[in-house]
């Protein structure tokens, strides 16, 4: 507008400075196409992420939570594995245990057995010594008189007999064969047993009708024997 009158000039200058308000806060307000507030735009980032970050937050909560669940599961595992352990140990020391003790009982009985075996072959050689005295003697207990004949039968019963049955011979029942000398060539006492069996031999023989020795059937025995043909054996 072009005048001079100072009245519409200043009108329009008015106008003027009301036309830039309006523009100004229509750009504050965003309403410029062609200018986007950044305000809205900071805004609508922030929510459009939002859910990303819940998730990646939830993530990382799941995350934290299965490991611990994993030392958890660890912690019970080997929690359970040293309990396996100190049970198959308890298990192996009563086994151990267990064996030692039966071990120690089969020899304890082994050990009482030999012990009964043993007095019952010191009463069997007492036994044998005394007939032995009273095949020489009349009273033996006095050992005073030497008798000058026995009855082979006697001293086959007294002497010979118990000599093989228990000590020598016998497969079931003498210790050379029930104790194993027999394989034990060595032992002084395998040594002991066999000159006594070969003594015995030889007085079993003298015994005998022409002191004839054992074939496959037994000579006929004496009728008596005289003390002198006998005694040394």
């Known amino acids: 507008v072009v005048s001079d009158d100072p009245t519409v000039y200043e009108i329009a200058e008015k106008l003027k400075e009301e036309e830039k308000q309006e523009t100004k806060e229509e750009l504050i307000r965003g309403d410029d196409p062609n200018n986007i507030n950044k305000a809205q735009i900071l805004q609508a980032n922030s929510q459009d992420s939002k859910p990303e970050l819940e998730a990646v937050q939830q993530s990382e909560s799941g995350g934290q939570q299965k490991e611990e669940e994993k030392k ?13 352990a100190k049970e198959e ?7 151990q245990e267990r064996k030692e003790k039966g071990e120690q009982q089969k020899r304890q009985e082994e050990e009482r057995q030999v012990k009964i075996k043993i007095e019952t072959l010191t009463k069997k050689i007492d036994e044998i010594n005394s007939n032995i005295d009273s095949i020489k003697y ?26 093989y049955d228990h000590f020598t011979n016998d497969p079931k029942q003498a210790i050379y064969y029930t104790w194993g000398l027999d394989e034990e060539e060595s ?20 015994l005998n009708e022409n002191n004839a020795t054992y074939t496959l059937e037994e000579p006929k025995l004496k009728e008596n024997v005289k003390i002198d043909e006998i005694e040394s054996d």
Do not use: I, N, S, Y
């Open 89 to 95: 140990q308890a298990k192996a020391k009563a086994e």
């Open 187 to 206: 032992l002084e006492l395998t040594k002991l047993l066999k000159q006594l069996r070969d003594t015995r031999d030889r007085l079993r023989t003298k």
């Open 138 to 163: 009349k009273r033996w207990f006095m050992g005073d008189e030497k008798r000058l004949e026995v009855k082979a039968t006697e001293v086959r019963d007294k002497v010979t007999g118990p000599v």
């Open 72 to 84: 958890e599961e660890q912690k019970d595992k080997a929690k359970a594995e040293e309990v396996e």
